[in-house]
């Protein structure tokens, strides 16, 4: 465990980060398996991406946001093998923009909800211009325009359209 749960300090609005080494030999079918093995853990894989970038291949960065979880408790994965990586690696998942922009959307919330409000306007900021969108878009124009240009991500933006509406208590409820 990583990150603000490893270190006691998480709050209503935490996400999960995550570290898993794995043996170099099983590494790319760990890979390859990732949403198996998330599931069973008996909840539903919504949306799984990879960063774009997976170099060294000795590591994979993942997001996996999980279909019955509250938005904010996306895990990222920090796949590390525990040698050199011999097996062909599968590739990246395509990077949809439109799905980070969502992920930028909630982390803008989470951002206002801790009182760091420049850090929400810049997470904003580059979502909306990624896609498009005028930099001073908030996070339902961003839901909007993802839902209308991407509709296999509809039902996140609504989820994301009902987060930027959503009053709050202090513990995140």
Request: no cysteine; charged share 25%; glycine share 8%.
């Amino acid at each position: 465990m990583l990150g603000s749960l490893a270190r006691g300090e998480a709050d209503g609005w935490s996400d999960i980060d995550l570290r898993w080494t794995v043996p170099a030999a099983r590494f790319a079918a760990a890979v390859r398996g990732l949403r198996a093995t998330l599931e069973s853990a008996g909840h539903p894989v919504a949306l799984l991406r990879t960063d774009p970038d997976p170099t060294p291949p000795e590591r994979r960065l993942l997001f996996a946001r999980f279909a019955d979880l509250p938005l904010f408790w996306r895990l990222d994965l920090e796949m590390t093998a525990d040698g050199p990586v011999r097996d062909s690696l599968p590739p990246a998942d395509p990077w949809s923009p439109h799905a980070s922009a969502l992920a930028n959307a909630v982390g803008a919330v989470k951002a206002v909800r801790r009182g760091r409000t420049g850090t929400a306007r810049g997470l904003l900021e580059r979502g909306a211009e990624r896609i498009g969108l005028p930099k001073d878009a908030g996070g339902a124009a961003i839901a909007a325009e993802v839902a209308r240009a991407a509709p296999a991500l509809a039902d996140y933006a609504a989820e994301v359209t009902a987060l930027t509406l959503h009053r709050w208590d202090a513990d995140g409820s």
